[in-house]
């Protein structure tokens, strides 16, 4: 089946700085890359997905880039704001299969000092 | 319009009970998938269902049991509780096809 691995699992940054965070995907076939954000007592927010036809996509200040030869993604957040603070997942997906499930990365908490 | 909700938002329980966890899905949705959150890791899928039928199963026992309904709500069923049951439970829902999958703020289950 498919594994997901996530680095670094912690990550702290001032705010206004950028922060990266990296996984990598085990299954060639995997076509669908959701990122989703934690916050506190929350579920999942799906903040962000690109998938395999796409080599970048962006919203705002968030931005997500595929390389399908090596098998990782990437979620950059630019200027960032105490406000991002939150425990950030990466996912991957085989989508018009039978296959259904969203496997999950272990998580990357971010910290934003004001 | 309304997100996924779950209820119970907390819940707890001793070893050897039985719980049924409830979810609606977003509207216009129509596919339920659960997934287990265990305190610091990543949600862990246990099953979806779709048509009110089980379409897939991840690696969870037969303690855990689902049911969808027409109105495609859905309960998450989980007999003979062990110690290591307590998590987060998490509902996603989904439309079928190239939808991506939303997520309630789930169940606090724990265990005595």
């Known amino acids: 089946g498919e594994n997901v691995e996530q680095h670094p699992s912690t990550l702290s940054v001032q705010e206004g700085d950028s922060a990266v965070i990296k996984c990598t995907y085990s299954d060639s076939a995997s076509n669908y890359f959701p990122w989703y954000k934690q916050e506190l007592g929350k579920g999942p927010q799906l903040i962000i997905d690109i998938r395999s036809n796409v080599g970048e996509k962006k919203d705002q200040r968030i931005a997500v880039t595929l390389n399908k030869t090596a098998k990782h993604f990437s979620l950059h957040i630019t200027e960032t704001q105490p406000e991002d603070s939150a425990v950030y997942f990466c996912a991957a997906h085989l989508m018009d299969t039978g296959r259904r499930a969203l496997t999950f990365g272990s998580g990357t908490r971010l910290q934003v000092q004001p | 319009d309304a997100g996924v909700t779950q209820s119970p938002t907390h819940l707890i329980k001793t070893r050897g009970q039985q719980v049924t966890l409830r979810c609606s899905p977003k509207s216009g949705h129509d596919t339920v998938s659960w997934y287990q959150q265990a305190l610091g890791q990543g949600p862990q899928f246990i099953f979806q269902y779709y048509e009110e039928e089980e379409r897939q199963r991840g690696n969870f026992p037969d303690r855990f049991s689902g049911h969808q309904f027409p109105n495609y709500s859905s309960e998450l069923n989980v007999n003979a509780l062990l110690l290591g049951d307590s998590a987060l439970y998490l509902c996603?829902?989904?439309?079928?096809?190239?939808?991506?999958?939303?997520f309630g703020d789930g169940t606090r289950l724990s265990i005595l």
């Open positions: 996603a829902s989904s439309r079928q096809g190239n939808q991506p999958q939303h």
